[in-house]
């Protein structure tokens, strides 16, 4: 999306994907660094050895939140915000579900489809995006959520 999203045509992006971001690997690195932060230290994630003769999943496994979590870099590296951006700020999430656990290894990318983008009364914009993190490979999809941010383009007053 980048360079064709704008303020004035984002009415004709809803509906439509307007942004894929690049692939990114899930490391064990960094789960055990989101294990750490968010003192979620569950052997499903953090114990390697344990995770392969016990899990179900045969190995171990991100975590739902790190995945989650991810949104916001997926967003810069995919350029899914307008042209003309002055900042954003999360608003929250509506029908966030996880459909499929991210094995440590694997390749995630989210695909972004325009819900809604609405003018606000402080210059700013609601938009909201149906998000779809795929997993490399995978019949399921990890995570399905509508996102919602709040963007500002250059020169608004804001909140």
């Known amino acids: 999306m980048g360079s064709k999203f704008t303020y ?10 307007v942004a894929v971001s690049p692939w990114f690997t899930i490391t064990q690195a960094q789960v055990d660094l989101f294990a750490a ?10 114990d390697p050895e344990r995770a392969r003769r016990e899990s179900p999943y045969g190995g171990p496994i991100g975590h739902g939140f790190l995945t989650l979590s991810m949104l916001s870099h997926f967003s ?18 509506d029908r966030m579900r996880f459909m499929a656990p991210v ?18 009364t402080d210059g700013g914009y609601r938009m909201a995006n149906k998000i779809t993190i795929e997993i490399e490979g995978a019949d399921k999809p990890a995570m399905l959520a509508e996102w919602i941010g709040l963007f500002y383009p250059e020169g608004a007053k804001g909140p």
């Open 76 to 93: 810069h590296e995919a350029g899914l915000w307008p042209q003309g951006t002055a900042y954003g700020v999360n608003y929250g999430l």
């Open 8 to 17: 004035q045509n984002a009415g004709e992006w809803i509906g439509r994907e």
């Open 103 to 120: 094995p440590v290894g694997a390749r995630i990318r989210a695909h972004f489809v325009l819900g809604a983008f609405d003018e606000r």
């Open 37 to 46: 932060a968010t003192h979620d230290e569950d052997w499903m994630h953090v």
